[in-house]
């Protein structure tokens, strides 16, 4: 599953905001190996590992249950618009089809919010970014 959308940011700014949200413990980069925890309010922590980091391209995160790993990989390159920004789930293991079937549509959905989110506040910092250097 894989979802693809454009930006009027640069992919410098897509990168480190990835990198603010996915470094782990206050490095301020993602590496390939890194692994970490993350929690959302009210939900159960999960724990996950960076792989394949290509630097302010492309890196994806591991994340396992006891019979599926799920790969999350973020895409970013630039657009004639600023940046092109993909963001793919790849569910494998011996229950990756009954995953697929059960929530693939729900993933997609998602998917496709989160890219929005992202656009959205990444497009509103950057605006506010630039009303403040020409007031300045």
């Known amino acids: 599953m894989k979802e693809l959308i454009e930006a ?3 992919p410098k700014k897509v990168w480190e905001a990835w990198e603010r949200a ?6 301020g980069k993602i590496e ?5 925890v993350s929690k959302a309010e009210g939900k159960s922590a999960f724990k996950y590992q960076i792989l394949e980091v290509k630097l302010g391209e492309s890196f994806s ?5 006891l019979f599926v790993r799920l790969i999350f990989t973020h895409t970013v390159k630039p ?6 920004i993909s963001y793919g789930v790849d569910i494998r293991g011996p229950f990756a089809w009954p995953i697929r079937w059960a929530l693939g ?11 929005k989110a992202i656009v959205k506040q990444l497009e509103d910092e950057s605006e506010r ?8």
């Open 8 to 10: 009027r940011v640069s």
């Open 22 to 27: 996915h470094a782990v413990h206050g490095q």
């Open 32 to 36: 390939s190996g890194q692994k970490g």
């Open 61 to 65: 995160i591991l994340w396992k249950t």
């Open 79 to 84: 657009s004639s618009r600023g940046s092109e």
């Open 105 to 115: 549509k729900k993933i997609q959905r998602n998917i496709s919010q989160v890219l």
């Open 129 to 136: 970014e630039s009303r403040n250097g020409r007031s300045s």
